[in-house]
């Protein structure tokens, strides 16, 4: 059965960071993008940023450009989260889903996505 596992959450302080990773459990799709969301209370799977199966599209929500950085080591079956400059606002349960499929660009549309992974908690705090 495919699952997809993150790792690397934390307690960080504000300006601190963080790197995330995520990798799929069962087999290896051959070819799937991965989002990262984080979960907002009241209003469901807040998006943070994508990357499709090849690394070449990427996107990031306004709330984290310029301080998250997305990549993917396909080699290692990986895909990292770099969180720079953490905000105490950061505070969520980090997700990262799975999209099936071979795509030009990726989505930040979270019912686009296929597989979910449990979350990580990431708390940010003095």
């Known amino acids: 059965q495919l699952q997809f596992v993150e790792s690397g959450g934390g307690l960080v302080q504000p300006g601190g960071s963080l790197r995330l990773s995520c990798a799929p459990s069962g087999f290896t799709p051959d070819y799937y993008d991965i989002g990262w969301f984080r979960q907002v209370p009241g209003k469901g799977h807040e998006a943070v940023s994508c990357?499709?199966?090849?690394?070449?599209?990427?996107d990031y929500a306004d709330s984290v450009k310029g301080r998250f950085t997305i990549s993917r080591d396909n080699a290692k079956n990986t895909v990292y989260l770099q969180m720079d400059s953490l905000k105490p606002e950061d505070t969520s349960i980090y997700y990262c889903a799975a999209r099936l499929g071979l795509f030009r660009v990726c989505v930040l549309r979270p019912h686009e996505y296929d597989y979910w992974g449990q979350g990580t908690q990431v708390t940010v705090s003095s």
């Open positions: 990357i499709t199966s090849s690394g070449g599209s990427t």
